[in-house]
């Protein structure tokens, strides 16, 4: 799958344990598969697919 | 012919000049602006040109405030700015600065939402004064608007924004600018946004503490209705503050980013 761009190869991982693996709050990120916007809701059910494109945008403090 | 002098409809003779409208309705005017420029040299003017004249220094009843303050606003562009609707969500760093911004440019009207009180911390990149210590910035804000451009119309809601009243809030803007501090705050409103107002422009922002490079402070477009500004990953913590240059440099990235999508300007 490729994740912002970089190819990454997990296998029946949900959007939850791939932020988990990439060390990502669930609370702080803007998650993209295929182009659409995925809820926080359903990161713990949505399995992702070899080709799936992946994009999150993580949000660091300050303003 | 005519011609707007002062924002008001007056017809004059073909020929008729800057300089010589200036000498016969304004001859102790030292400003002409002629079309949203200065001029010092004389200029002829054409069908339908804009002609401000301004006596430095006197203060102008309310009426023809409005019409002088719009004098430096490019004709054809102010039209557009005047009717736009834009929503600021959190009334901080951010916020404060965009606030400002849009105000000073003649935006029709702004929706302004913040829960918390102005405290001595803020002023160090927030655009309060001393005076509004204590005050909501609900309330702040109204009063620094009406300090900038009394001719905004205004909308402040003192209100913690979650998901379950983001829609409510700002189902009656166009541009929703996400201002919080906050970085889970920052999600939740992004996330809703797209999510639930697909309709609407959110311009977002992330990353903009310490006094890091200005250059790293991009405006990147993500989706059709999605703009994050920031460098990404400089974030506010211990030993790593905000302060004002960094935060108002990101501040006007959103706020020209909203008025390029109030002008049709789809990228960034």
């Known amino acids: 799958m490729l994740v912002n761009g970089k190819k990454m190869s997990f296998e029946n991982i949900t959007i939850l344990q791939l932020l988990n693996e990439l060390n990502l709050d669930m609370n702080k990120v803007v998650v993209e598969v295929n182009l659409e916007i995925i809820s926080k809701e359903n990161y713990c059910n949505f399995v992702l697919n070899k080709e799936d494109r992946i994009e999150i945008i993580s949000l660091v403090g300050g303003g | ?268």
């Open chain 2, 1 to 268: 012919m005519e011609v707007f002098l002062n924002e008001k409809s007056i017809v004059v003779n073909k020929g008729s000049t800057a300089f010589s409208i200036k000498r016969s309705f304004k001859p102790d005017a030292d400003i002409v602006i002629h079309n949203g420029f200065i001029i010092s040299k004389d200029i002829l003017l054409k069908e339908h040109d804009r002609v401000t004249l301004i006596k430095r220094g006197e203060i102008p009843s309310k009426d023809e405030l409005e019409a002088l303050m719009s004098s430096r606003h490019t004709p054809g562009v102010h039209e557009k700015i005047k009717k736009a609707r834009v929503g600021i969500a959190g009334l901080g760093g951010l916020g404060s600065n965009v606030t400002v911004s849009l105000a000073r440019i003649g935006i029709g009207y702004l929706k302004l939402v913040d829960f918390d009180v102005v405290e001595p911390s803020n002023l160090n990149r927030q655009q309060y004064f001393i005076k509004h210590l204590g005050m909501k910035k609900s309330e702040a804000i109204k009063d620094l608007i009406s300090q900038v451009n009394p001719f905004v119309k205004i909308e402040t809601k003192d209100i913690y924004i979650d998901k379950n009243n983001i829609e409510e809030l700002f189902n009656n803007v166009d541009i929703i600018v996400e201002a919080f501090d906050n970085p889970k705050a920052k999600a939740e409103l992004i996330n809703t946004v797209l999510k639930k107002m697909p309709e609407k422009k959110v311009v977002a922002a992330s990353g903009m503490a310490g006094y890091f490079s200005n250059n790293t402070i991009v405006t990147r477009k993500l989706r059709d209705n999605f703009y994050l500004i920031g460098d990404g990953i400089s974030e506010a913590k211990p030993g790593c503050g905000l302060m004002a240059p960094r935060v108002s440099i990101a501040a006007n990235h959103q706020a020209n980013t909203v008025l390029r999508i109030i002008m049709g300007e789809k990228d960034v």
